[in-house]
């Protein structure tokens, strides 16, 4: 069984920075990719960054310059540097990751992890 658990949220300030990590646990041959996703309130979930297994990354327009992604191999850990925070930033952060086992390719979701940004 293959868990995503994210972590690293929580309130900060206007123009702060936080970090969210995403361990990947289980039994597994290969992370394809690692996506994080947002969901904020009365809003449909959106794309924010891809990492794929080559290390190539894809950021949506808005978070550009503000938000980085980078992993941990090692750990199977990837990770959302996320600075100069908005407002509009406040959500509930997910991690979706697509894994490799016995030759097939199934993806999953993290239980999400809120952030809270104030002014």
């Known amino acids: 069984q293959v868990q995503l658990v994210e972590s690293g949220g929580g309130l900060v300030q206007d123009g702060g920075s936080l970090r969210l990590s995403c361990t990947v646990s289980?039994?597994?041959?290969?992370?394809?990719?690692m996506r994080w996703h947002r969901q904020a309130p009365g809003k449909q979930r959106e794309f924010l960054v891809l990492?794929?297994?080559?290390?190539?990354?894809n950021y949506v327009d808005f978070v550009k310059g503000r938000f980085t992604i980078s992993r941990d191999n090692a750990n199977n850990t990837v990770y959302l540097q996320m600075n100069n925070l908005k407002l509009d930033d406040t959500a509930v952060y997910f991690c979706n990751g697509a894994v490799r086992h016995n030759g097939g390719v199934r993806t999953y979701w993290g239980q999400g992890t809120q952030v809270t940004v104030s002014s």
């Open positions: 990492m794929s297994r080559d290390g190539s990354t």
């Open positions: 289980g039994t597994f041959d290969n992370i394809e990719y």
